[in-house]
């Protein structure tokens, strides 16, 4: 039976822990507690009041919460009624279907599980979309979540269980994340375009101007003019998707808005891409609705970010404020292929590259919506978190050339080792870094060219990456690796070589965008929780012509992004959209 909020809010403590029967399994002190929360303004605030009484709780009653659940595991390889055993495996649809070697590996997998934390397996097998996870999926996260420390994997068996709860509330309430699902899904469809010798292992990677690059745009493109109503959809010179959806008057302003289409290597399917089909989710809203707002909107599918292919990065974004570099179109990839080749081969206009600078007179501001890319809110349960700034970052390609030289007959002290030298400044960095709040350094890259087991490294490449949020901090550090770098190789009679090919602002969002996002995230039910951005965003490009101010959804996996985990959930991408929607009706 549907139940609604009104119900929730009215009933006696005993009606409203029958009305909740079964959210969470044998566990009424979880509703008992919440009646004194009441009342909730959202389905949303429910939930969120419901995996706060459960964070907050001790760690005796979390253990015993986590025990309720049966072992899904044992449920899977033991049960053929499963469907009927309780109201935890009806979510289970579909999972008796294992074949015996499949069984056997579960089990295995499970008796570690069991024997390393104490209790139960816990997995929203319903999945980010609602719709189920494939065996495969169980058992490749079982044995994933296997390596997790034991504080963490409470954590983890916890998180689960509130998304558990939010399905079955979802059933109780008869309500479905119906934007949620399209973003999702859109997010899914883009990723069936990956580049050769990636999309046959099943892996995204979509570099500037590939076939599968122009494809995606080509993708978006469609989606923008016969899905969501734009009025003027358009590819410029830089390979930017451009939808434009007028105001009342089609002379007004324009909100600017979108990310960046383009991926890491094996990477995730909601980095950037989120950011552009959220505000198309809006558009499509007005335009279902035969709606116009005072002002336009603009959103821009950002062709390059990643600095992937070659090495500018937010070539995209970058064109827009005037910044676009002519030398980059000399750019070399690993192919040989120039910039300027792939531009024309693509069908691009060159010559029309400057044309594409936006003015910002005529924009009211920059919004954009990303996931996280980080831990934070997952680990404290918050589906959205408010931008407060974006990092500044530096990055640097390096070399040391010392001499390369026979490993057994070379004595250690008249070595000329690179990639010890590398090592020394590695550790350097890191203890550099943690020695200043916010501030965060990484070599990334670490390769020794030609290098052989027997051989002392004669050369050794890597790269350099340093953020912080205030450009100060940043420099300083900048200016203190580059000194102890020259000092190692001077002391190691090695050489050096450091080319900068990014160098960013810090960029704080403007108070007037960010107090937007805020009042809108109250008004989904969620607590505003402010937090900078450690990523570069196409907003720090923006934010040199305009205002800007970003908003981050919650990723599952600790967070995780340029990986393949990387996923957020069909609510989470819900409440953004409905954000974003509450952002659009602030603006006169």
């Not at 979540?145 to 059933?171: Q, S």
């Not at 690179?418 to 590695?426: G, H, P, S, T």
């Not at 196409?538 to 205002?547: C, G, Q, R, T």
Request: glycine share 8%; aromatic share 6%; net charge negative.
């Amino acid at each position: 039976m549907t139940i609604t909020l009104d119900q929730i809010n009215g009933a006696g403590e005993a009606d409203l822990v029958t009305l909740l029967d079964g959210i969470y399994e044998h566990s009424a002190w979880i509703v008992r507690h919440a009646a004194g929360k009441r009342p909730f303004a959202s389905l949303t605030a429910l939930k969120h009041g419901l995996t706060e009484i459960v964070n907050q709780a001790a760690e005796h009653a979390q253990l015993e919460l986590i025990r309720a659940y049966p072992e899904i595991a044992c449920e899977i390889m033991h049960c053929n009624s499963l469907m009927a055993k309780s109201a935890y495996a009806q979510d289970k649809l579909g999972l008796i279907d294992f074949t015996s070697e499949e069984l056997e590996e579960l089990e295995r997998l499970n008796l570690a599980y069991k024997a390393k934390f104490g209790f139960p397996f816990i997995l929203a097998v319903r999945g980010p979309r609602g719709t189920g996870l494939g065996k495969a999926e169980i058992i490749s996260t079982l044995a994933r979540r296997l390596n997790n420390p034991v504080d963490f994997e409470r954590r983890e068996a916890l998180r689960n269980i509130h998304r558990i709860a939010e399905l079955r509330l979802n059933d109780k309430f008869d309500a479905q994340p119906v934007l949620g699902n399209q973003l999702w899904d859109w997010c899914e469809e883009l990723a069936v375009h990956s580049e050769p010798g990636y999309l046959e292992r099943g892996e995204l990677t979509v570099t500037y101007l590939t076939e599968a690059h122009q494809a995606c745009a080509q993708h978006i493109a469609r989606l923008m003019r016969d899905e969501c109503g734009f009025d003027d959809v358009s590819i410029d010179a830089v390979g930017n998707v451009v939808g434009v959806y007028h105001g009342m008057d089609k002379n007004a302003k324009r909100l600017l808005t979108g990310s960046h289409y383009d991926t890491v290597r094996n990477g995730g399917k909601y980095d950037g891409r989120l950011g552009i089909f959220a505000p198309m989710l809006c558009v499509k809203e007005l335009a279902d609705q035969a709606k116009r707002l005072s002002f336009g909107i603009e959103v821009v599918a950002f062709s390059e970010e990643e600095g992937q292919r070659y090495k500018a990065v937010f070539l995209g974004s970058g064109a827009l404020t005037g910044q676009f570099n002519p030398d980059w179109l000399d750019q070399i990839d690993a192919n040989g292929i120039s910039m300027r080749q792939a531009m024309q081969n693509a069908g691009l206009s060159i010559d029309d590259i400057a044309s594409i600078k936006r003015d910002p007179n005529n924009y009211l501001g920059f919004v954009e919506v990303h996931i996280e890319q980080g831990p934070v809110l997952n680990e404290l349960d918050l589906p959205l978190g408010v931008v407060t700034s974006i990092n500044g970052g530096v990055r640097l390609l390096c070399e040391v050339r010392g001499m390369a030289s026979h490993a057994g007959t070379t004595p250690m002290g008249m070595r000329r080792d690179a990639a010890v030298a590398v090592a020394e400044l590695a550790l350097y960095l890191e203890k550099r870094a943690a020695s200043v709040p916010d501030l965060v350094g990484t070599i990334g890259m670490l390769e020794v060219p030609s290098g052989s087991i027997n051989v002392v490294p004669g050369r050794c490449r890597f790269s350099l990456d340093i953020r912080a949020t205030t450009d100060q901090v940043r420099d300083a550090c900048v200016a203190d690796v580059k000194a102890e770098l020259a000092s190692i190789c001077q002391r190691r009679g090695v050489q050096f070589e450091l080319e900068e090919i990014m160098r960013v602002a810090a960029a704080p969002s403007a108070p007037e965008w960010q107090s937007r996002w805020e009042r809108a995230v109250k008004e989904v039910g969620l607590p505003v929780f402010r937090m900078p951005s450690g990523a570069g965003h196409d907003a720090m490009k923006l934010h040199d012509i305009m205002p800007q101010a970003m908003l981050f959804v919650r990723g599952l996996n600790s967070g995780i992004s340029h990986n393949p985990l990387e996923m957020t959930t069909n609510d989470d991408a819900h409440l953004c959209v409905q954000a974003f929607m509450h952002v659009l009706g602030q603006i006169k």
